[in-house]
């Protein structure tokens, strides 16, 4: 058989090993996420069916990957981190991206309707994914704040944008030019005064992003159990700990967050 | 605000550029798919619902994005070509594999239905990717070859296989057994005297896999005009003609194919 | 033994298997060679002795090292190409990159006083080296002629530079002031009437650089040889070949050299 | 001029900057030492001159290029340490390979007659030199005590070996086969019944290698000065603090050599 006339070809993959004792980040986004969000009518600034189908569908990742301790999203983006001694496909990063995004997207079709409803989906939404290694934990802690502080940045910005835009009438050109050059105190300024909103009793969701960590919570079940010297059935509450995909929307940037989950930076994790 | 103190950590992001002038090929598995396909109950040894989906799911990877100058698949695998010369995204290897296996697989539980009707999907499939340069146009050719190859080894097998397992009432490992050591004529045979079949009358999408390529198509429809001196609307036929993704199941491995579609390999496609 | 425990950090270094079926190049160049030549008062614009030094090295690194089909030199850089099929070490860049660059450096100081006489070397000079894949015959040639096309424009520049310098008395300022702007043929018109050079009959090593190929030479050397029935030993005559590496001072833009040499570029090579 | 229509081929330079935060060790190596170690006679199991002009090596590659915090020789292989934070030729790793290796080099030859008097040197020798990136400091020692254990293994073995041949009067091949399947124990234990040596009385550098550290050193110098007020010049000592490359032999891989030296794995060295 002409198999091994061509098997030659194998040898042109090449080695995309990810470096020992990193960590492993990955970063997916959405693809023309702005025209699919205008599409499907999400609501602005935030659609919360959107943010929670999001974190429904980075919740499936972790579970069904391996080695993920930690996730954190905002808008239309997530990043998954890999424990520095994962030994998962010999660390290939293009095993790593692909699984990941591919995961993810299909998740979103597939629990599309849980959360958007009657709102039918148009189209099967495309992701993509970038991987970066971090050495140090004080690299990967100063990436994720990275990312919460943009979170941050863009949703005090299009908290003011939409306000300026649905409740004072402007357009979208004239709400950009309103803000051009306005700093982050401006933008608090112009939502109290303007709106009678104080920022910082949005919603946490919004602010904060969301993280998601592995915890071990109890579950409560009831069981029918027959005893050996007795006739009948009795029902017993078993309680059982399992470790699940909980998300929080918390501050990661300063250190409470870290005391309090040290098992994620853990070495030995 | 924080946002500079963190965003070193771009820096991490190490460059993944294709090198230039080389077919680049990203070739999707899917993950788990033995299992997957007996969870769906997918025929054996080739289920149609099952590859006109995959079909589905990579003419929609081709239309989604650019510079695809051919696919194929077989199984539960596809591979995408693009061109030597594209510039998309900067050639960027991790965009070529993301944006491949997200659209694949987003598109694999939205098109899932017209394919699988009251076969209900019951989580969503996760995918790979991986990324192979070929530097010359005989690489590239060879490279299908493999694969197409491959297709026919494998089918060969299973038809064989699964003809021991549901007509012969052998076990798996009977029929595994039965096959050990067996050359394709002595598979060939024991199809045709066993069960008085022709492999070579096997549908082609079987043996073949499937090739998808880019064709003008005529495409004509009926419109409504209104000359300027007349005073009624007129019925006319529009021809329009439109390059679309059509798939062959047709032998790519001897020249004729390549003759046939010269478009493909030619250097400034 | 504790061996075992630290070995682990092996698994840390990183493929680098340069991609198959492409040229693979390595370009050395002097390390603050403007700086060297000052120091050792290499003649200006050019120095034989450093040239032909140069071109000794080259020739060891060629026949020390294997596999290298053509090298290309001027001024201070030297471009090594690796036949496309080469599997030398494995095709590992960092081999090809530091065998490269340890022969030439070695070989500069080894073989110094050879050209240099009288003239101390004062320290050890460095160099560095990159590598770069070309898939196609056609960007192997032009990277070829990019490095000759960059030899003309230096080499023209320098001429009149320091033929100011050195004849009109200008200084360095004055005489970059003066070439601002300029275009080839004001070059060439400068030298011819202020200095009576047409620049075409200047040496083709300054011009063009020096190309070294794989040569077949015929060699004669005379042998004593005892023939069985005659009493005395006689002298003969034995012509032998062998493949040297050939200087050449020619044009590698067009397309004569190619012609003329058709087997550095052919398939098998 | 042409020079546009060729400088494509820059595109296909390939991006080799190593991960951020990360040790760069270059780690080079003799090319066919074994047959060069023959040719100029180098005294067995170990040549102090061989050693020492290693070592003048090492310390004029780290004082000629930037940001070498360790490096640690044995045999005829330097490991060289740059510092996690170097930014020097934006981390290239091919610059760092290149510049290291031919230093190395170039240096050997320049420096040979310093060591080996009228033993002449043949040909140029060949290096060769890989790099590798270790995220923790752990790492880091982790890879030094690597080379320090295999330093001690194979001073060793090759200390026994040597007796063998050289009083014992066996062949290599027969030297080799008493030594199969020997530990440690075993050959202390030769060493010390059959030739009354103490292994632990070896040289150290024999047995440990060289390890070259920064350390500020005191220079004492007289200068001859002409105070205003005085008629006659006065010598005057002038005590400067200079930091110089200083050969150490000692073990690294206790805890007590980093205790000593704590700033080379400072975090901002």
Redesign the interface.
């Known amino acids: 058989?002409?198999?091994s006339?061509?098997?030659?070809?194998?040898?042109?993959?090449?080695?995309d090993?990810c470096?020992?004792?990193?960590w492993i980040v990955v970063r997916?986004d959405g693809?023309n996420f702005h025209r699919f969000s205008e599409q499907h009518e999400f609501k602005k600034p935030n659609d919360d069916r959107a943010l929670h189908l999001m974190t429904k569908c980075a919740q499936?990742v972790m579970e069904?990957l391996e080695d993920i301790a930690i996730a954190y999203g905002q808008s239309d983006e997530y990043s998954f981190v890999f424990k520095k001694k994962s030994r998962w496909f010999k660390r290939r990063?293009?095993?790593f991206?692909?699984?990941v995004?591919?995961?993810?997207?299909?998740?979103?079709?597939?629990?599309w309707k849980d959360y958007f409803k009657d709102q039918q989906?148009l189209?099967?939404?495309?992701?993509?994914?970038?991987?970066?290694?971090?050495?140090?934990n004080q690299?990967l802690k100063?990436?994720l704040?990275?990312r919460q502080?943009?979170c941050?940045?863009n949703n005090l910005y299009n908290t003011v944008f939409w306000m300026l835009v649905q409740r004072s009438g402007l357009t979208p050109v004239q709400a950009q030019d309103r803000l051009q050059g306005t700093l982050?105190g401006d933008k608090n300024e112009i939502l109290f005064s303007e709106f009678n909103i104080n920022y910082n009793n949005e919603p946490l969701m919004y602010r904060k992003g969301t993280v998601l960590v592995w915890q071990k919570v109890n579950e409560v079940t009831t069981k029918k159990i027959k005893l050996p010297k007795e006739a009948e059935e009795k029902e017993v509450e078993v309680t059982r700990t399992r470790t699940k995909v909980v998300p929080l929307h918390c501050d990661i940037?300063g250190d409470q967050f870290w005391e309090e989950y040290p098992e994620i930076l853990a070495e030995d994790s």
Request: aromatic share 18%.
């Open positions: 058989m002409a198999k006339k061509f098997e030659y070809v194998r040898d042109f993959e090449a080695d090993t470096l020992p004792n990193c997916l693809r499936t069904e990063a293009s095993k991206m692909t699984h995004v591919s995961q993810f997207a299909s998740s979103y079709v597939f629990y989906l189209y099967p939404p495309g992701f993509d994914a970038r991987i970066v290694l971090y050495p140090s690299n100063d990436y704040s990275w502080a943009d941050h940045i982050a940037i």
